[in-house]
């Protein structure tokens, strides 16, 4: 079976995530990145291996996950203004929440 150009997505931004957390440890010693950029880049992979199964199950959680990275790194990236990674990966899950959201909807119509 092919993939869809939304399980690519999903699968990049689940390495994004998961990247981000191993950064956010190397760099600062964050046990909290790694274990949250951990468990979010395990669950996207989840949503990426049910896309094509349960398509409207699969973007809602994804929908979840993206809006929680969203609303935790927006209000980190409001405090610092740093673009990198706050601004990034907030960036990236806004893009990520619309193409989960617009997945819902057209699977739901």
């Known amino acids: ?15 994004l995530v998961g990247a981000g957390g191993v950064m956010g440890y190397l760099k600062a010693g964050s046990q909290m990145s790694l274990l949250a950029g951990g468990l979010s880049s395990l669950v996207l992979y989840y949503v990426y291996t049910e896309l094509p199964v349960r398509p409207v199950f699969a973007s809602s959680i994804g929908l979840g996950i993206s809006a929680s990275l969203l609303g935790v790194m927006g209000s980190r990236f409001k405090k610092s203004g740093k673009v990198f990674p706050a ?3 907030s960036l990236v899950s806004l893009g990520m929440a619309g193409g989960y ?8 119509n």
């Open 101 to 108: 959201l617009h997945g819902i909807l057209r699977s739901v």
């Open 87 to 89: 601004g990034a990966v």
């Open 1 to 15: 079976m092919a993939t869809s150009t939304s399980q690519k997505f999903t699968l990049g931004y689940a390495a």
